[in-house]
């Protein structure tokens, strides 16, 4: 890898807000190691940004809920890179997710979906970054930026979801608020050499039912959901010299919807 180019680490990148960060970070010219669940996703946008952009993109295809997946991850990468100027952690169990006990009501949420969220969505951020950090110490700009939401800091409006087959799991809101509090001890424990940072976005528009929508927005003061974009450009301006100045934050990107 050329010395001049940004090395990013982007899991979950080939989901929604990951696929999005790491075509950013592409047309940005920095080299991926992008790491998803999701091989064929992987592979197909491997493809698309190796056509687009003159870069560089290695991909690994991984269960970050698996302790000995995860443990085999590190080591490919720890072998591979000498550097990682940039970790950005996109990965998660969302309410999209199928598994039995979690997109549910609260009596009929079960331990294991429980615990499979708090492993991806908090336990295997950790300990990727345990594994990885002195990589980027040979950074000029090392900088960590993980993904939380709205409801690591406010809970939920159930009225949003009232006559809609949506439904907010608990533990979706327990890692992510871990994931608020975990950016800022990591950021006081890494520093001076590492940045640590956080983007938490509010709702972003997947094709929800419309009277979901609806109610959303009369509830955002810019009065739309976000999208994809929306998120990105907070993501690559922490991760950024730009905001050289700026760690153990939490950035709230949510078209104003926690003021409310």
Not at 212 to 230: C, G, I, P, Q
Request: proline letters at 2%; a positive charge.
């Amino acid at each position: 890898m050329k010395k001049n180019r940004n090395i990013v680490l982007i899991t979950g990148g080939a989901g929604f807000i990951g696929a999005a960060v790491s075509e950013e970070m592409a047309q940005l010219n920095s080299d991926l190691i992008l790491v998803d669940i999701n091989k064929k996703n992987l592979d197909t946008l491997k493809n698309k940004l190796c056509s687009k952009y003159d870069c560089k993109v290695d991909v690994f295809n991984c269960d970050m809920s698996n302790t000995n997946e995860l443990s085999s991850l590190v080591s490919k990468i720890s072998n591979k890179y000498e550097r990682i100027d940039t970790i950005i952690n996109s990965v998660g169990m969302v309410g999209t997710d199928k598994m039995k006990g979690w997109n549910t009501s609260f009596d009929n949420q079960d331990i294991e979906a429980w615990q499979k969220c708090l492993d991806i969505n908090l336990s295997s951020i950790f300990f990727l970054i345990q594994k990885l950090y002195k990589k980027m110490h040979k950074s000029d700009n090392a900088s960590i930026v993980n993904i939380s939401s709205i409801y690591g800091i406010s809970a939920p409006d159930w009225e949003l979801y009232k006559g809609t087959n949506i439904n907010n799991p608990g533990a979706y809101s327990v890692s992510k608020a871990g994931v608020v509090h975990m950016t800022k001890w990591l950021a006081s424990t890494l520093s001076p050499k590492i940045r640590v940072n956080c983007v938490s976005p509010g709702g972003v528009y997947r094709k929800q039912p419309e009277k979901f929508v609806k109610k959303y927005k009369s509830r955002t003061l810019l009065n739309r959901m976000a999208t994809e974009k929306d998120i990105v450009g907070p993501v690559v301006f922490l991760s950024s010299s730009s905001a050289s100045y700026i760690t153990g934050e939490n950035l709230i990107v949510d078209g104003g919807w926690t003021i409310k």
